[in-house]
């Protein structure tokens, strides 16, 4: 089974950028489609976006569509969200995700519970 671990969160401006980074080991990147999530405060968690697992198909909340950008390098076993023109409503903590189970990436991430290995998520903060 993969595991994942995410990195690159931190405290960032209104309108300023980040990029997180999703870790695979344990297992190759290459045969898992995988998501990008967040939960806020009293908030239930939310998919973000996801990426096929040749990163041919991608998936975009309709509130980061033209903000946010995944992508994939699976040579070096990592997924990326790069994230522009941050407002504070971004802030949560970022979780990756993945299915065992081969999943399409809009309904991997319309429904989070459908997947079953998680990182141990990474804190965005965007200050106003």
């Known amino acids: 089974q993969v595991q994942l671990v995410e990195s690159g969160g931190g405290l960032v401006q209104s309108g300023g950028s980040l990029r997180l980074s999703c870790a695979a080991s344990?297992?190759?990147?290459?045969?898992?489609?995988i998501g990008w999530f967040r939960q806020a405060p009293g908030k239930e968690r939310e998919g973000v976006s996801c990426?096929?697992?040749?990163?041919?198909?991608?998936y975009y909340a309709d509130s980061v569509n033209g903000r946010f950008t995944i992508s994939r390098d699976n040579a070096k076993k990592t997924v990326y969200l790069q994230m522009n023109s941050l407002k504070p409503e971004d802030t949560a903590v970022y979780y990756c995700?993945?299915?065992?189970?081969?999943?399409?990436?809009?309904?991997?991430?319309?429904?989070?519970?459908?997947?079953?290995?998680w990182g141990q998520g990474t804190q965005v903060t965007v200050s106003s």
């Open positions: 995700a993945t299915s065992m189970v081969p999943r399409a990436v809009q309904l991997m991430c319309v429904h989070p519970s459908l997947l079953d290995s």
């Open positions: 344990g297992s190759t990147l290459d045969d898992y489609a």
């Open positions: 990426i096929s697992s040749g990163g041919s198909s991608t």
